[in-house]
C-alpha cells in the first residue's frame, strides 16, 4: 500500500517532489503522517479561516470552532479534507472523535475535534496521538 501512496504522491507532488514519511511498526505495519497528507492535499494550517470551524493554525490535524460553528459545520470540513485526502492520494483517513464537553449520542459518527490517523496497511492505527479541547488548539 504505501509503494502506492509513493506513486500517488509523485503523480500529485512531482517526480522529485516531497515524499510521505514511512514509519514501520513492529508488527509488520506501515504508516504515514495523516499531518503530511492533509497539508500535501490542500488543507494547510487555517484552512477555511475565518471559520465558523476551520483547521487549527497550528496543526492540521485539530479542527478548531471559531465561536458560532454548528456540529453541522465541523463534520462537512472533516468531510471535505477526509475526502480531499482520499481523492489525492487513496488513503482513507480514520479518525479519532474526541468530545470535549459534549456527549450527544445524535451527532453524525464522523463528527470530530480533529484527530486523524492514516493507516496503510490492514486498516492498523496507532491510538496514541495528542487530543486538544476545541479551539483551544493546545498541544497541536
Known amino acids: 500500500h504505501f509503494e502506492a501512496l509513493l ?12 515524499v510521505p514519511p514511512r514509519f514501520d ?11 503530511w497528507l492533509i497539508d500535501k492535499a490542500g488543507f494547510g494550517k487555517g ?4 471559520g465558523p470551524a476551520a483547521l487549527s493554525t497550528k496543526h492540521t490535524l485539530a479542527i ?7 456540529a453541522a459545520d465541523v463534520a462537512a470540513l ?3 479534507v477526509r475526502d480531499g485526502v482520499h481523492e489525492a492520494f487513496g488513503v482513507t483517513l ?9 456527549s450527544n449520542p445524535y451527532l453524525p459518527g464522523d463528527v470530530l475535534e480533529g484527530i486523524w490517523e492514516a493507516p496503510l496497511v490492514d486498516d492498523r492505527v496507532d491510538r496514541g496521538a495528542g487530543h486538544g479541547a476545541p479551539g483551544s488548539e493546545q498541544g497541536h
Do not use: I, Q
Not at 484552512?47 to 475565518?50: D, H, L
Open 7 to 18: 506513486g500517488r504522491a509523485a503523480d500529485r507532488l512531482g517526480a522529485g517532489g516531497p
Open 25 to 35: 511498526a513492529a508488527d509488520g505495519a506501515v504508516k504515514t503522517s495523516a499531518a
Open 47 to 50: 484552512y477555511k479561516m475565518p
Open 64 to 70: 478548531t470552532n471559531r465561536g458560532d460553528a454548528t
Open 78 to 80: 472533516a468531510r471535505e
Open 94 to 102: 480514520v479518525n479519532e472523535p474526541v468530545f470535549v464537553g459534549h
